[in-house]
């Protein structure tokens, strides 16, 4: 079974700070690893994913995230946070084995940037 | 590419009522899945579909919902005597999986259902 921990529902930075969100996941094979982000009232956007291969991703909207084995996270960053990356984010988690690749989210953080 | 469509994008309906909602894929992607999201939570799978097999559904989906794709196109989603805990968004994502491999799930907006 695999399961996503994303630590704080809610994370608050002003405009031009740093932004981290944090991501844990459990997972009994090597897992494919997805940050979705999600503006009110919409379906879900893909930032960025790790599948195989180099261990910092970069995603869209100057975006990343490190794949660390070691501590089974997935934390997202961004060195400038601006208005418009105020949204829900979410972390979520898929078999790189078998054949469902169905995801499992984590609960979600909401960012908000205060100007 | 037009991305993953999905109609109505709300519906209001009266406890006890079926429902039916429709999902149009990205048109080259041969699976389809199906996720609700209640409020405060993230998405949580219900189903998915390659071509037009049904392959796996969740426990949370009940024998009130059946899913369909009959054609390898498009899906259909049906709650029948819907229940208030049936509220939520119905998300449908698209992706096309080959060689063993799978690529990026594809969202739609979704479908926000309120039972009354």
């Known amino acids: 079974a695999q399961s996503v921990t994303q630590l704080g529902s809610h994370v608050s930075v002003s405009e031009g700070a740093l932004v981290l969100l944090r991501c844990n996941y459990s997972s009994s094979v090597p897992p494919y690893l997805f940050w979705y982000v999600q503006y009110p009232n919409q379906g879900l956007q893909l930032l960025l994913k790790y599948t195989t291969g180099a261990t910092l991703v970069k995603g869209i909207n100057g975006f990343e995230a490190e794949f660390k084995k070691s501590e089974t996270s997935f934390h997202l960053t961004k060195p400038s946070a601006h208005m418009s990356d105020a949204a829900e984010y979410f972390c979520?988690?898929?078999?790189?084995?078998?054949?469902?690749?169905?995801?499992?989210f984590g609960k979600g953080t909401l960012l908000t940037v205060n100007p | 590419d037009t991305g993953v469509s999905q109609d109505p994008r709300h519906k209001i309906t009266k406890r006890g009522q079926n429902v039916t909602f429709r999902c149009d894929p990205i048109s080259e992607h041969n699976r389809l899945y199906w996720y609700r999201q209640t409020l405060g939570q993230g998405p949580e799978f219900l189903t998915y579909?390659?071509?037009?097999?049904?392959?796996?559904k969740s426990r949370l989906l009940s024998d009130r919902f059946s899913a369909e794709r009959p054609k390898g196109s498009f899906s259909t989603l049906e709650i029948q005597r819907t229940e208030q805990g049936d509220s939520a968004m119905y998300l449908c994502?698209?992706?096309?999986?080959?060689?063993?491999?799978?690529?990026?799930?594809?969202f739609g907006p979704g479908t926000r259902l309120t039972v009354l």
């Open positions: 979520a988690v898929s078999n790189s084995g078998g054949s469902n690749y169905k995801l499992t």
């Open positions: 994502a698209s992706s096309l999986v080959a060689g063993g491999r799978a690529d990026t799930q594809y």
């Open positions: 579909f390659q071509n037009e097999a049904q392959l796996e």
